[in-house]
C-alpha cells in the first residue's frame, strides 16, 4: 500500500522517537524510503549577489552530510533508501519530487507555527496536505538537535 514513502526533512535532526513513525510504517508495508530536502538560498536574493558560487557548492554538500546522517540511522533497518536534495520552494518541490517518484506516502514533520508566524511564514506541511496527490501524515516532532 504505502511502498513509496517521502520523508522531507529541513535542518533538524529529529528524535528516536520522531523516526519511528517513519520506521514503523516502512517496516509494516516494505516500503522504500525517499529522503528529501529542500534549500531556498537561490530564492533569498544570495543569488542575485556576487556570492561566490563555491559557497553554493559548499551547502548543498552540508545538505548532502544531512540527509547523510537520516541514511545512516536508517540503514540498520535494511530499507532502499533515496537520498534528494532540491532547490527552490520547499513545498513545490516536495510536491514535484512526490509526483516524480509516484510517491504512496509523505511523511512531514510540522514545526507548530500558530497565530501571526503561520499566517505570515505559511507552513509547508499545511499546503503538502491541502495539494498533495497522495495521503500525507503529519506529526509534531521533539528534535534531537539542530543542524
Same mark, same amino acid.
Given at each position: 500500500m504505502f511502498?513509496?514513502?517521502l520523508?522531507?526533512?529541513?535542518?533538524e535532526i529529529l528524535s528516536d522517537n520522531d523516526l519511528a513513525i517513519l520506521i514503523d510504517v516502512a517496516e $509494516? &508495508?516494505?516500503?522504500?524510503?525517499?529522503l528529501l530536502t529542500v534549500s531556498d538560498i537561490y530564492h533569498t536574493g544570495l543569488s542575485d549577489l556576487n556570492?561566490?558560487?563555491e559557497l553554493f557548492v559548499q551547502h548543498?554538500?552540508?545538505l548532502k552530510d544531512f540527509l547523510t $546522517? &537520516?541514511?545512516e540511522r536508517l540503514k540498520k533497518y535494511n530499507f532502499k533508501i533515496h537520498k534528494e536534495v532540491r532547490n527552490g520552494t520547499a513545498y513545490r518541490e516536495i510536491l514535484e519530487y512526490a509526483d516524480e517518484i509516484s510517491a504512496e506516502l509523505i511523511i512531514i514533520p510540522t514545526h507548530g507555527r500558530t497565530g501571526l508566524p503561520s499566517f505570515i511564514l505559511?507552513?509547508?506541511a499545511q499546503k503538502i496536505v491541502k495539494m498533495?496527490?497522495?495521503p500525507v501524515l503529519t506529526f509534531k516532532p521533539k528534535f534531537k538537535e539542530d543542524f
Amino acid at each position: 500500500m504505502f511502498k513509496k514513502i517521502l520523508f522531507p526533512v529541513s535542518g533538524e535532526i529529529l528524535s528516536d522517537n520522531d523516526l519511528a513513525i517513519l520506521i514503523d510504517v516502512a517496516e $509494516k &508495508y516494505k516500503g522504500e524510503i525517499f529522503l528529501l530536502t529542500v534549500s531556498d538560498i537561490y530564492h533569498t536574493g544570495l543569488s542575485d549577489l556576487n556570492v561566490p558560487e563555491e559557497l553554493f557548492v559548499q551547502h548543498e554538500n552540508l545538505l548532502k552530510d544531512f540527509l547523510t $546522517k &537520516y541514511e545512516e540511522r536508517l540503514k540498520k533497518y535494511n530499507f532502499k533508501i533515496h537520498k534528494e536534495v532540491r532547490n527552490g520552494t520547499a513545498y513545490r518541490e516536495i510536491l514535484e519530487y512526490a509526483d516524480e517518484i509516484s510517491a504512496e506516502l509523505i511523511i512531514i514533520p510540522t514545526h507548530g507555527r500558530t497565530g501571526l508566524p503561520s499566517f505570515i511564514l505559511g507552513s509547508v506541511a499545511q499546503k503538502i496536505v491541502k495539494m498533495a496527490k497522495c495521503p500525507v501524515l503529519t506529526f509534531k516532532p521533539k528534535f534531537k538537535e539542530d543542524f
